[in-house]
């Protein structure tokens, strides 16, 4: 299959849903050609080095999912190669469920939003959890000038990608946007 995203998330039950309901035959498309959507061209990576947040999905042991939020400022997700990206995971409220479910499933799918100007990008991927004791490692995903207690990095390995639509995504402006909107002009 050429759309690797489609690989991965157009399972057989999927794929009934959408001849079903009638939009199968859009997605043949993704059938055919070569490999796309699983290695990170410049769009993709500016794109994810812009956010200062995204949603994490893991599944645990009994196959219940669980999202998560995470964040830090603008580029706190580095893009180590056109097929891996990372982050350093900040103490938070101490629950540890990704971390817990990674180390039984490393697979992730992630959601990078883009509220103002109506953007996300869906990406599957597969999890290595960094030790801080990895010196090197993480001096390459740390953010120096950000002071929250880094616990660990993560490493995702991209396994597939996908843009999709802006239909029914409700703008919404950080505290600097609305600065930016209200000053200008």
């Known amino acids: 299959m050429a759309h690797q995203f489609a690989k991965i998330a157009f ?74 990206i990372g982050f350093t995971d900040y103490r938070g409220n101490k629950q540890y469920v990704s971390v817990g479910n990674f180390r039984q499933d490393d697979r992730v799918s992630l959601f990078f939003m883009d509220y103002p100007n109506k953007r996300r990008l869906k990406m599957f991927g597969r999890v290595t959890e960094v030790p801080a004791g990895d010196l090197e490692t993480m001096a390459g995903l740390e953010v120096p000038e950000y002071r929250a207690h880094v616990e660990r990095g993560i490493v995702i390995s991209i396994e597939a990608f996908d843009w999709n639509c802006p239909q029914h995504i409700t703008p919404r402006f950080t505290e600097q946007e609305l600065q930016v909107l209200t000053t200008a002009g």
Request: net charge negative.
């Open 11 to 84: 399972t057989p039950s999927v794929r009934d849903a959408q001849e079903e309901f009638g939009s199968r035959a859009k997605y043949t498309r993704f059938d055919e050609g070569e490999d796309v959507n699983h290695v990170l061209s410049e769009a993709e990576a500016s794109f994810i080095q812009a956010r200062d947040s995204f949603y994490m999905a893991s599944v645990n042991e009994d196959g219940w999912p669980y999202v998560q939020h995470r964040g830090g400022p603008a580029g706190f997700i580095k893009i180590l190669d056109e097929k891996t």
